[in-house]
């Protein structure tokens, strides 16, 4: 495409008119069916078409194909539909990261206040972590994660404290399937060299990213968890290498790992049982 070619952002060049013209009308038509499922209590085939306006035949194929995804359910016996699991899991997906970004903000912006650097949130994904909130510092040079920034588990200050507290075959299973992408020098490029580092954030509470993703750059994270225990989102405090050296890892470690256990209580979440004390 030449450089001084402009394009309409959000649609395609040849899209004329209002976007919503342009939709997808399977995919409206879907939409319309899961909307209505969701909103019964178990609808039958007649009463998902009725309510749609679509022929039974169109409705059924869809409902099999959302079913095949595990996002609707077909009761044999009473013969009706339902929201599957996949579904719910989507929509407690955003719930989650709505709720943790509401419960960390007022957390977050102590923790900035007590360190002088960003403080970060972020929860997990299939693949690594998302950004969702932040509170920058007022210092002309800072980190910044952009809401929706995409981090690798293995390079990140919160994705490894993520890691470090998920079942040594998860941890395989994603590094088998994401790889170890070497992004500086100080990347973890095997597991062995990983799993110690994640042994270390088991034993203390807290991980440090130093300098793992970006060269100049220093994190130090750790994670909260759900109300089952399970590691789902993290909390964090970046900045310049120059400024979060070495020195201030224990300290700025202290103050997010309590940051961390207070979104978790907050959240409802519950810290495990059998980590240890932090350093």
Same mark, same amino acid.
Request: net charge negative; proline share 5%.
């Given at each position: 495409?030449?450089?001084?070619?402009?394009?309409?952002?959000?649609? =395609?060049?040849? !899209?004329?008119?209002?976007?919503? *013209?342009?939709?997808?009308?399977?995919?409206?038509?879907? *939409?319309?069916?899961?909307? %209505?499922?969701?909103?019964?209590?178990?609808?039958?085939? !007649?009463? %998902?078409?009725?309510?749609?306006?679509?022929?039974?035949? @169109?409705?059924?194929?869809?409902?099999?194909?959302?079913?095949?995804?595990?996002?609707?359910?077909?009761?044999?016996?009473?013969?009706?539909? +339902?929201?599957?699991?996949?579904?719910?899991?989507?929509?407690?997906?955003? %719930?989650?990261?709505?709720?943790?970004?509401?419960?960390?903000?007022?957390?977050?912006?102590?923790?900035?206040?007590?360190?002088?650097?960003?403080?970060?949130?972020?929860?997990?994904?299939?693949?690594?972590?998302?950004?969702?909130?932040?509170?920058? @510092?007022?210092?002309?040079?800072?980190?910044?994660?952009?809401?929706? !920034?995409?981090?690798?588990?293995?390079?990140?200050?919160?994705?490894?404290?993520?890691?470090?507290?998920?079942?040594?075959?998860?941890?395989?299973?994603?590094?088998?399937?994401?790889?170890?992408? =070497?992004?500086?020098?100080?990347? +973890?490029?095997?597991?062995?060299?990983?799993?110690?580092?994640?042994?270390?954030?088991?034993?203390?509470?807290?991980?440090?990213?130093?300098?793992?993703?970006?060269?100049?750059?220093?994190?130090? &994270? &750790?994670?909260?968890?759900?109300?089952?225990?399970?590691?789902?989102?993290?909390?964090?405090?970046?900045?310049?290498?120059?400024?979060?050296?070495?020195?201030?890892?224990?300290?700025?470690?202290?103050?997010?790992?309590?940051?961390?256990?207070?979104?978790? &209580?907050?959240?409802?979440?519950?810290?495990? !049982?059998?980590?240890?004390?932090?350093?």
């Amino acid at each position: 495409m030449d450089k001084g070619e402009k394009r309409s952002r959000g649609r =395609p060049r040849n !899209t004329d008119g209002p976007p919503q *013209i342009a939709g997808v009308q399977s995919l409206e038509r879907a *939409i319309s069916i899961m909307e %209505v499922v969701a909103e019964g209590e178990g609808l039958s085939l !007649t009463e %998902v078409a009725e309510a749609t306006g679509l022929p039974a035949s @169109t409705a059924y194929r869809i409902l099999v194909t959302f079913q095949g995804h595990g996002m609707a359910e077909f009761d044999e016996v009473r013969q009706l539909w +339902h929201v599957g699991v996949t579904t719910f899991r989507m929509g407690s997906s955003f %719930v989650r990261r709505r709720k943790l970004a509401e419960h960390g903000r007022g957390v977050m912006r102590r923790l900035q206040a007590a360190t002088g650097e960003t403080a970060n949130l972020a929860v997990a994904d299939a693949d690594g972590v998302v950004f969702v909130s932040q509170v920058e @510092t007022h210092q002309p040079i800072r980190a910044f994660f952009r809401p929706g !920034t995409r981090g690798d588990y293995h390079s990140s200050g919160i994705g490894k404290a993520i890691l470090a507290f998920t079942d040594e075959q998860s941890v395989l299973d994603i590094t088998m399937r994401n790889g170890l992408a =070497p992004y500086t020098e100080h990347t +973890h490029r095997d597991v062995n060299t990983l799993f110690a580092d994640l042994a270390t954030i088991r034993a203390r509470g807290w991980s440090v990213d130093d300098e793992e993703r970006n060269l100049g750059m220093r994190c130090v &994270a &750790a994670p909260i968890f759900n109300e089952y225990g399970e590691p789902i989102a993290g909390i964090s405090i970046s900045g310049p290498a120059v400024r979060v050296t070495p020195a201030v890892d224990s300290p700025f470690g202290v103050l997010v790992y309590d940051a961390a256990v207070e979104i978790t &209580a907050q959240f409802g979440g519950l810290w495990p !049982t059998d980590s240890t004390a932090r350093a």
